[in-house]
């Protein structure tokens, strides 16, 4: 796959264009300025080219945040066939556009200049004779809001790829979210992953405001690893509502999720993120960074105080890390493999069905007035996650203790551990869970009002 970056200064469509070619909503856009800082990468297919573009941040914003731009930037055009250099010519050329035009000149890489927000013909030649100036070849008018001109974009871009004949790995990859509060240390955990600077890490919490999908290999498996904007209780913005949506939906499109936790620092918001990410029906590894933070005395007391916090997700695994020290780094990966295996098994009707007596056995169901709970028969009925069902004499009977036990039986006893399971029970005679049969009943009730 052959890489091409998009670049310009803050706010004259990049994203919106990233977005337009990729066929999808995937990079934050907004009116302002300095929404996208770090270098957002996606595989988009055009002819018979398979393209990593890339959607850099604005260069030359003249804020705190500049330099770190620039040098993510650099880093993504240092792999990057050629560049498109995007600008918003409606209101002439400004210092910063001739700054990047330069910059871009010593780096030497192909250039194609683009004119984006043209949103009819008869301004091109009005708007694009200034962009001469810079010292590229001929501008390219477009409007990625309009989806104008991108034909001619992609042949220009075309013309510096050579052929792409590669042989890909067939091998799926695993997506992975990295999931926590802000300044956690989600971002400096990925840096320490792929031994580089690949996501700008600050002290100031909020830093990375969009999903960031990272490519990697370890062991022979290819990952996605999903940096995500930190959770907040409340966002304080717009942006940061959307960053938290983005986030969420990154959860949802996951395989794994690694829950990032602070070992000094263990709340109520750890909770909530927790039970986000059980409700998700994913693996779950928490990973507990800053481990080399936490002095001896107190090791004990924070393993029990996470065990205390975290006693929903007690059959997760658990992994010590520091991003600092690359302490427990190759541990993470390892344990996202495992999970993601097991994710996936599917256990034999028969062997489910002989251990079903033996759990009957080794617990006594529940009983309601000599009434006892009865099951009959269990089968899996998915994976991704592992969900079971059971037919039994009478849903009603079925306690939650009673379920939990059946769901640590199924973890324990079928190689399913650091797995969340389902169980759906369903009535003897009956193909109708009981929500299905509730639904009906109202159904059934507003046909006769």
């Not at 055009?46 to 330099?67: F, K, P």
């Not at 002290?203 to 990952?223: L, V």
Request: hydrophobic share 40%; proline share 5%; charged share 30%.
């Amino acid at each position: 796959m052959h890489k091409v970056a998009i670049v310009g200064r803050p706010n004259v469509g990049k994203s919106s264009l990233f977005n337009r070619l990729i066929g999808r909503r995937e990079a934050v856009v907004a009116d302002f300025p300095g929404v996208t800082r770090d270098v957002k990468e996606h595989v988009m297919l055009y002819e018979n080219h398979r393209i990593v573009l890339m959607d850099t941040g604005g260069l030359w914003s003249g804020d705190e945040w500049e330099q770190h731009i620039r040098d993510k930037a650099e880093m993504a055009i240092h792999d990057a066939k050629c560049v498109v250099f995007v600008l918003d010519p409606r209101d002439g050329l400004n210092t910063a556009d001739y700054e990047v035009a330069e910059w871009l000149r010593k780096i030497g890489k192909p250039v194609i200049v683009v004119a984006n927000k043209m949103d009819s013909v008869k301004h091109d030649d009005v708007f694009t004779a200034e962009l001469w100036a810079l010292g590229f070849d001929e501008p390219v008018p477009i409007s990625a809001e309009h989806a104008r001109g991108l034909d001619e974009l992609m042949r220009r871009v075309l013309e510096h790829l050579p052929e792409d004949d590669e042989d890909y790995p067939e091998i799926a990859p695993i997506r992975i979210s990295l999931i926590g509060r802000p300044n956690v240390g989600k971002s400096s955990l990925l840096n320490a992953i792929t031994g580089s600077d690949r996501v700008i890490v600050s002290d100031i919490p909020g830093t990375t405001r969009d999903s960031i999908d990272i490519e990697w290999n370890f062991a022979g498996q290819r990952f996605i690893l999903v940096d995500t904007a930190g959770i907040r209780k409340r966002p304080d913005t717009s942006i940061e509502e959307f960053s938290m949506m983005r986030s969420e939906s990154s959860i949802a499109n996951s395989d794994i999720i690694w829950l990032v936790v602070n070992a000094g620092e263990i709340g109520d918001h750890e909770l909530k993120l927790a039970n986000m990410a059980y409700d998700s029906g994913k693996p779950v590894v928490i990973v507990v960074n800053k481990w080399d933070l936490v002095p001896d005395a107190e090791l004990k007391r924070t393993e029990r105080m996470l065990d205390e916090k975290l006693a929903h997700l007690h059959f997760a695994p658990r992994v010590y890390t520091s991003a600092l020290n690359d302490y427990g780094i190759h541990d993470m990966l390892a344990e996202a493999i495992k999970l993601y295996e097991k994710w996936q098994r599917r256990i034999p009707t028969g062997e489910l069905n002989k251990w079903l007596d033996v759990w009957q056995i080794k617990q006594a169901t529940p009983n309601f007035k000599g009434k006892p709970l009865k099951m009959m028969y269990i089968t899996q009925a998915e994976t991704a996650p592992p969900t079971f069902v059971i037919f039994c004499n009478k849903e009603d009977f079925v306690t939650r203790a009673y379920e939990n036990f059946l769901q640590n039986r199924i973890r324990e006893d079928l190689d399913l551990a650091g797995i969340p399971v389902r169980i759906v029970w369903k009535e003897r005679g009956s193909f109708k869970s009981k929500s299905e049969r509730i639904e009906a009943q109202k159904k059934k009730a507003r046909q006769e009002d």
